[in-house]
């Protein structure tokens, strides 16, 4: 044990013992140790650019409103995204790494599930603000409306249905995304000064044209059209599509099913209908042309769905659909092989000539994708089936209906993109290149918190660095294993629509805050005060401020070399 710790001491802690073999000093006076904040990987993968490292800070911290403004400075939805977003912030997780990343999406959840709504949202007073029309209140619409809106302008929303949220009111179960949540969240939105127009279609109730009376205008109509098989008996009755079911399900409609259900895709619509399906009491097959490792859906949906008990059939693409005794469908499907890639770099699903098989059920339904109804849009403003981002000087588009990947935090990045778009060109400036001035690292996401520092500075903040695993300084941490998400009981789950997750309690949500390793961001541990040979560094938490007296800083580097999250680095002394 003697050993290790001389070990430790000697790797981490560089503590003078009176000889430089232990610690350089050979650079006093011509650098100086300076705090940089720099960027987290979780940060730069998360699409919305949430400071992911201050809101877990928070969190440990105990100070939930700052956690959640934290948050919403970034993500005006954060109790859907705690639920159902795809969370690629795990995976590049610099703690996955070490052990197990960190639970980020249940500690966004924990964060705006136990702050109640009364939470004010600062809004920014423009005197010169304009008008925009949105088309579309769904994750996009409704995310370009909230920044709009905290930026000063003036915004009314054109939803179709009667009730705002998109996929999220009409595309997602109960025990996914209960409806209370959503509703408390499109709340908060619009208690800011936004109108919203429900029941009304543009091109229908409304001419196109009725929008360019407007300053700008975003639209976000949503993916709301089925794509079906294309193969003959596709029209037959009993062949449902996975879109309008969930539909049905979500408007509280009496819907009956049959004793056996085939469900072709293998994106999360299709898990969704498939166990939605289960609940309404029926056996329940999922066909996919692929194998489980490419199924785009959620791995947490999968596997949740296969311990319900919902079936999976692989490598099986259906070719015909017929008729059986007593109206039941028979279902004719090819087998399948998987070679080469296609042009998403995805592997190619190949007929097997001559294989074939048949499965009869009660149902069929065809969840394989969705797209866009763009009847009533110019165009001009269409390329290859989607919305240009900015067709027109005016026009900007975002969600489903441009080609981004089709998920939540997505939709709400590009209403985020389109809302500060929008501003800076109200202000006359040049909307290009917003990634490489107000980037969050170099995956695309923006954050709004940089713009307000250009809107109020005048200038574009210095980009920052992303800090890598190796730059991490491990041997400040020990090893712990990520708390587990807490299920319902099967037995439970399988007989209603209640959320299947509770969430994570107050201490376990503590605990897994304290594991981040707040990458590039100072979480106030002293090390640089305790470690300074010179007592040169003092630290306030509460104003978040640390201060080097550099009339008496050696520069030696010691508090670099101590700071296990890579904050502080040395500088000449100009």
């Known amino acids: 044990m003697r050993a290790h710790l001389e070990n430790y001491y000697e790797t981490a ?3 003078s013992y009176g000889s430089t073999e232990v610690f350089e000093t050979g650079r006093w006076s011509f650098q100086k140790p300076f705090t940089r904040f720099k960027v987290a990987p979780c940060q730069e993968a998360c699409p919305a650019g ?14 939930m409103e700052e956690a959640l403004l934290t948050i919403l400075r970034e993500n005006p939805l954060p109790g859907v995204c705690g639920r159902v977003c795809f969370h690629p912030c795990e995976a590049d997780c610099n703690r996955a790494q070490y052990d197990e990343s960190v639970s980020i999406q249940a500690l966004e959840r924990y964060a705006s599930d136990l702050v109640p709504n009364g939470l004010s949202i600062k809004t920014r007073v423009d005197p010169s603000s304009k008008r925009v029309a949105i088309v579309g209140a769904g994750p996009a619409g409704l995310s370009c409306a909230y920044f709009l809106s905290l930026l000063g302008h003036r915004v009314t929303i054109f939803e ?7 996929v999220m009111r009409w595309g997602i179960p109960e025990y996914r995304l209960p409806k209370s949540i959503l509703k408390r969240e499109i709340q908060r939105i619009l208690t800011l000064p936004i109108e919203i127009k429900t029941g009304v279609m543009v091109g229908r109730d409304i001419p196109f ?6 300053d700008a205008t975003f639209l976000s109509p949503g993916a709301g059209i089925n794509i079906s098989l294309a193969i003959r008996g596709d029209d037959l009755p009993g062949v449902l599509m996975g879109g309008e079911f969930l539909r049905r399900i979500n408007s509280d409609k009496r819907i009956s099913v049959g004793k056996e259900t085939i469900v072709i895709g293998g994106g999360n619509t299709a898990i969704d209908v498939a166990r939605s399906v289960l609940r309404l009491g029926s056996k329940i097959v999922v066909v996919y042309r692929r194998t489980r490792d490419e199924m785009p859906a959620l791995p947490d949906e999968i596997f949740e769905a296969e311990e319900e008990g919902v079936q999976f059939e692989f490598l099986a693409q259906p070719v015909e659909i017929s008729l059986a005794h007593r109206k039941r469908l028979a279902i004719k499907f090819q087998k399948m092989k998987l070679k080469g890639l296609d042009q998403k770099g995805r592997r190619r699903a190949v007929p097997l000539k001559g294989d074939f098989f048949i499965l009869k059920a009660d149902q069929l339904i065809v969840a394989i994708g969705e797209k866009a109804d763009l009847s009533w849009v110019p165009k001009n403003y269409i390329r290859k089936g989607f919305i240009d981002f900015h067709p027109s000087p005016k026009v900007y588009a975002g969600g489903d209906a441009i080609d981004q990947p089709h998920t939540i935090v997505n939709a709400i990045a590009s209403g985020k993109r389109a809302a500060i778009s929008m501003d800076l060109f109200f202000q006359g400036e040049s909307n290009e290149d917003l990634t490489s001035r107000i980037g969050v690292g170099s995956k695309g996401s923006i954050s709004l918190e940089s713009y307000l520092f250009w809107k109020e500075k005048g200038q574009w903040p210095e980009p920052k660095e992303v800090v890598s695993y190796p730059l991490i300084n491990t041997l400040y941490f020990s090893q712990s294993r990520r708390v587990q998400i807490r299920r319902r009981p099967l037995e439970k789950r399988i007989r209603s629509f209640l959320e299947v997750n509770p969430g994570l309690k107050p201490n376990q949500a503590r605990f897994s805050a304290s594991r981040c390793f707040s990458c590039g961001t100072c979480n106030y541990c002293y090390n640089c005060y305790f470690f300074c040979p010179e007592g040169a560094v003092t630290l306030d938490p509460d104003r978040r401020v640390r201060n080097v007296d550099f009339q008496h800083c050696k520069g030696c580097g010691t508090c670099v070399k101590a700071c296990p999250r890579n904050v502080i680095e040395m500088r000449m002394d100009l």
Do not use: H, K, S, W
């Open 50 to 63: 949430i400071d992911i490292p201050q809101f877990l800070f928070f969190v440990n911290e105990g100070m």
């Open 13 to 15: 802690i560089p503590i």
């Open 209 to 214: 044209e009725e929008l360019e009376g407007y």
């Open 160 to 166: 179709a249905t009667r009730e705002p949220g998109g």
